[in-house]
C-alpha cells in the first residue's frame, strides 16, 4: 500500500440504560461531568484524536440516544466497528448481567469477521458511589472477562474522572490493532482484484 494510511476508528458504546454511557463519552471527549448531560450532540458520533505510539489515529465514538432501552440500534450503529466497549454499572446487578445479550447482538448485526478476536472491553462505571452499594465486585467482572477471551477490564468514574482517560486509550490500541489485522487479511485475499488480474491474462482483445 502507498502513500500515508489515516486511521479512521469506529468505536461504538454498548450497555444498558443509565449505566453511564454517555457520561463516560462526555467525560473522555469534553473534560465535563454534567448531571443532567443529555444525549443531544445531534450527530451519531463524536470523534477525537488520540496518540497510539507514534501513530495519529481518529476515534470516531458512537453513543446511543437512549434507543438501548429498546434494544433496537439499527444495523448502521454497528456497520464497520473496529471495537466494541461494554457498560455495567457496579452498583447494579442487572446492568451486568444483561452484558451477554448486549455483545450477542452486536456480534449478530456487526458480524465481523472473526468473532473469536474481535476487540471488546469491559467498563464497570460508578466506582466513586459508596462501597456499602457496590453490586458487582471486581473479580466477578474479571472473571466474566477471562471467559470471554481476556478482555480487557478498566473500572471507571465518569463522574469524577477516574480512569476514562486509560480505558480509551486502551480501546484505541485495541481498535487500530484490530483494523490493522483486518487489512492485512485483505492484502492476502482480494477476490476482486485477484478476478481482474485473471481476466487481464486471458482477455483476448
Ligand atoms: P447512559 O444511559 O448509559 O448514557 O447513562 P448516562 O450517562 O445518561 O448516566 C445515567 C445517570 O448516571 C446520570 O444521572 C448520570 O449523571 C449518572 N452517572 C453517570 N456516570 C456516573 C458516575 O461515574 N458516577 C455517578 N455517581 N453517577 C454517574
Ligand atoms: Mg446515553
Redesign the pocket.
Known amino acids: 500500500m502507498t502513500g500515508r494510511k489515516k486511521h479512521l476508528l469506529k468505536v461504538i458504546?454498548l450497555?444498558?440504560?443509565?449505566?453511564?454511557?454517555?457520561?463516560?463519552?462526555?467525560?473522555y471527549v469534553n473534560k465535563k461531568?454534567?448531571?443532567?448531560?443529555?444525549?443531544t450532540i445531534g450527530a451519531d458520533f463524536l470523534t477525537k484524536e488520540v496518540l497510539v505510539d507514534d501513530k495519529v489515529v481518529t476515534l470516531q465514538l458512537w453513543?446511543?440516544a437512549?434507543q438501548?432501552r429498546f434494544q433496537s440500534l439499527g444495523v448502521a450503529f454497528y456497520r464497520g466497528a473496529d471495537c466494541c466497549v461494554l457498560?455495567y454499572?457496579v452498583n447494579n446487578s442487572k446492568s451486568f448481567e444483561t452484558l451477554d445479550s448486549w455483545r450477542d447482538e452486536f456480534l449478530i448485526q456487526a458480524s465481523p469477521s472473526n468473532p473469536e478476536t474481535f476487540p471488546f472491553i469491559l467498563i464497570g462505571?460508578?466506582?466513586?458511589?459508596e462501597e456499602k452499594k457496590r453490586m458487582v465486585s471486581k473479580s466477578r467482572a474479571q472473571a466474566y472477562c477471562q471467559d470471554k477471551g481476556e478482555i480487557p477490564y478498566f473500572e471507571?468514574?465518569?463522574?469524577?474522572a477516574?480512569n476514562v482517560q486509560e480505558a480509551f486509550q486502551s480501546v484505541a490500541r485495541l481498535a487500530l490493532e484490530n483494523s490493522d489485522a483486518e487489512d492485512a487479511a485483505g492484502d492476502f485475499a482480494d477476490p476482486i482484484h485477484l478476478d481482474m488480474e485473471s481476466q487481464k491474462a486471458t482477455c483476448s482483445c
Open positions: 458504546i450497555g444498558e440504560s443509565g449505566v453511564g454511557k454517555t457520561s463516560i463519552m462526555n467525560q461531568f454534567s448531571k443532567d448531560y443529555k444525549a453513543d446511543t437512549g438501548e457498560v454499572d462505571n460508578k466506582v466513586d458511589v471507571t468514574s465518569a463522574k469524577e477516574v
